[in-house]
C-alpha cells in the first residue's frame, strides 16, 4: 500500500545532508534510531515509536553552523561539531543537558573515537601550537587523561575493535610517524617505518585494524601496505605490494570489457599485466599515488585495497596464505569498495562509469559479476551499500541518492512474508513484510490492521517512504511527543 505523505515539520531543511543511524542498544541487535542534519537543526525520530522525536537547534549560531552529526555511545547521545571546528558538544536525550569540548581538531571521525566495551571518548584537538589527545569518561564526559603528542600534525585517530590500543598517525609530510597508546592513555609505541630493499616509507595515507585486532594496516604512499602485528609489539610483519606489472603466483587477474553497446563482462587476462595508470595533468606537480583504500571483510580474513596510481585496480589479499587471491581491472575508476557485514565472502565494487552498474566478487566463486541496475537518475551521485541483514538471508544492495533508492538482490530475493487478517477484507492476501520488520529485522505481530509495504517502484516519488510529521497536530489531546534541545534551552516535552 501506499505510505502516506505528511509535509516536514516547519524548521526542517529538506536538503538535509546528514543521515546517521544509531547504535544498536544492548537489547537490540538493530538500532532504530536515527538523525537528519543541516546547518541549523538536527532531528531525531525513532521507527519504533513515531509519536517520538527530539530536536536539537543550534540557538543563535554564534559557533558556526553544524557541520557534522554523529550518535554517541547509545541511542540517547548525539555529538555535534560545530563551524571552523569551534566546539564539539555532547547532547544527551534524555536529560536534555550538554558537554562542551573546544578546539576538536576536525569536523569528522577522524578527530575522535569511542573505545568498544566502555565508551571512553578519545578526542583529538589542537587549542594552540600542538596537538593533544584527551580521553573523556562515559556519561559524564569528564577529562579523564590529556596526552600532549608528539605531532607535526596529526592526522586522525583510532580504536582497536577490542579497545586495546588507540593508533594516532601523522602527516604524511613527516613521514611514517604512529603513536600507539595503550587504553589508558600511556604511549606505548612509535612506529617510523622501516627501510626494505631500499624502500623508504613516504608517509601514511589511510590506516584501518583488521576486525579481530591482530594487525594494523597502514597504507603508505609509496604503494605498500604494511601490516603491524599487535602480537609482536607492533612490528611489521607482512608487506602488501602493489607492482606497476602484476604477475600472480596463484590466481588470475579478472579485466572488465565494455562492448560497443555498453555490454559489460569479465575475461581473464594474460599475466604479466600492467594496469592503467592515473593520468598526470600538466600543470600538476604531484601525480596520484598512494594507498587510500583498505576494506577488510568481516572475518579478518580478505582485506581490499586500491591504489591512487592505479585508480582502477581492485586487489584482494588472502590474509590466510599472505598473497593476492585476485585482482580485478575496471573499466572505470574505483569509487567505492565495501565487504557485506554478515557474508565475508561477498565484496560490493562501485565505478564512476555513467551507467547504473555495480560489481560483485564472490570468494567462493572464479569470475566476479557484473550487474545493470535499470535507473532514471543521474547515476555520478548515486552510492551502493550493502544493506544491512542477518547472515540467513539473502544479500540485497541499495542503490540510491538524497531522492529516491533501489533495492536489488544479487541472489533473488526471499520470499515474501505474508499475513492473513481474515477480519480486515481485501487485505489478508495483498500485504507484505511490513516497513517495521524491514528496517528492524523483528517480525511484526498482526493485528488486523494494514501493513505498510515497501514500493516496488522506489524511484516513484509518489510512493517514496515518509515519517510521520511530528509536527502535524501540535496542541490536539492525541499530537505526537517531541523533544526539543538548543543551546539556550534543557530537554522539553511539547504537547
Not at 596529526?154 to 594516532?168: C, E, H, I, M, N
Not at 600511556?186 to 623508504?200: A, K, Q
Not at 567505492?336 to 566463486?365: A, F, G, I, M, R
Request: charged letters at 20%; one cysteine or more; a negative charge.
Amino acid at each position: 500500500m501506499e505510505v502516506p505523505q505528511h509535509p516536514d515539520p516547519p524548521d526542517h531543511d529538506p536538503k538535509s545532508q546528514i543521515l546517521r543511524w544509531a547504535p544498536p542498544s544492548s537489547q537490540e541487535s538493530i538500532s532504530s534510531r536515527f538523525l537528519l542534519g543541516d546547518g541549523n537543526n538536527v532531528h531525531v525520530y525513532d521507527i519504533r515509536d513515531t509519536k517520538w522525536c527530539a530536536h536539537i537547534n543550534n540557538g543563535s549560531g554564534g559557533a558556526g553552523k553544524i557541520m557534522n552529526a554523529e550518535f554517541g555511545r547509545t541511542e540517547d547521545e548525539v555529538l555535534l561539531f560545530s563551524d571552523f571546528s569551534a566546539r564539539f558538544t555532547v547532547w544527551s536525550l534524555t536529560t536534555g543537558r550538554s558537554v562542551e569540548i573546544k578546539d576538536p581538531k576536525f569536523a569528522s571521525t577522524r578527530s575522535f573515537g569511542l573505545r568498544p566495551g566502555n565508551g571512553v571518548l578519545a578526542l583529538l584537538s589542537r587549542p594552540g601550537p600542538q596537538d593533544i589527545l584527551t580521553l573523556h569518561a562515559p556519561s559524564s564526559h569528564a577529562v579523564i587523561k590529556t596526552v600532549q603528542l608528539q605531532t607535526a600534525d596529526a592526522q586522525g585517530l583510532k580504536w582497536s575493535p577490542d579497545g586495546r590500543w588507540l593508533a594516532v598517525w601523522d602527516a604524511p609530510s613527516v613521514g611514517f610517524k604512529i603513536h600507539i597508546f595503550t587504553a589508558d592513555g600511556h604511549l606505548y609505541r612509535e612506529w617510523n617505518g622501516e627501510v626494505v630493499e631500499g624502500i623508504v616509507g613516504l608517509g601514511v595515507k589511510s590506516l584501518e585494524w583488521s576486525p579481530r585486532g591482530d594487525f594494523l594496516a597502514i597504507g603508505g604512499f609509496d604503494r605498500r601496505v604494511t601490516l603491524l602485528s599487535t602480537r609482536t609489539q607492533f612490528s611489521a610483519a607482512v608487506f602488501l605490494d602493489h607492482t606497476p606489472t602484476i604477475q600472480l603466483a596463484v590466481g588470475d587477474v579478472w579485466q572488465e570489457q565494455v562492448s560497443a553497446t555498453s555490454e559489460r563482462r569479465y575475461t581473464i587476462a594474460a599475466q604479466p599485466v600492467s594496469p592503467p595508470k592515473a593520468p598526470s595533468p600538466a600543470n600538476d606537480g604531484s601525480p596520484k599515488s598512494g594507498i587510500s583504500i583498505i576494506v577488510f571483510n568481516a572475518e579478518g580474513t580478505f582485506v581490499a585495497t586500491r591504489d591512487d596510481s592505479t585508480p582502477t585496480t581492485v586487489w584482494l589479499w588472502n590474509l590466510t596464505r599472505l598473497a593476492p587471491q585476485t585482482v580485478l581491472i575496471q573499466h572505470s575508476p574505483i569509487k567505492h569498495l565495501s565487504w557485506h557485514p554478515t557474508k565475508p565472502h561477498l565484496l560490493l565494487v562501485q565505478c564512476t562509469h555513467d551507467d547504473s552498474t555495480v560489481y560483485v566478487w564472490d570468494s567462493l566463486k572464479a569470475a566476479p559479476e557484473a550487474l545493470s541496475i535499470p535507473s532514471d537518475r543521474p547515476v555520478h551521485r548515486l552510492e551502493a551499500r550493502w544493506l544491512s541483514t542477518t547472515s540467513d538471508k539473502k544479500p540485497c544492495i541499495v542503490l540510491g541518492d538524497a531522492t529516491g533508492y533501489v533495492l536489488a538482490w544479487p541472489e533473488g530475493r526471499d520470499a515474501i512474508l505474508r499475513f492473513e487478517h481474515p477480519s480486515t477484507p481485501g487485505v489478508g492476501d495483498e500485504s507484505e513484510d511490513s516497513l517495521y520488520e524491514i528496517l528492524t529485522g523483528k517480525k511484526s505481530v498482526p493485528d488486523g490492521s494494514d501493513t505498510v509495504a515497501l514500493a516496488d517502484d522506489a524511484w516513484d516519488e509518489d510512493e517514496s517512504l515518509s515519517l510521520d510529521d511530528t509536527f502535524h497536530g501540535r496542541g490536539n489531546a492525541g499530537s505526537k511527543e517531541r523533544h526539543d534541545l538548543s543551546t539556550t534551552s534543557s530537554l522539553a516535552e511539547c504537547f
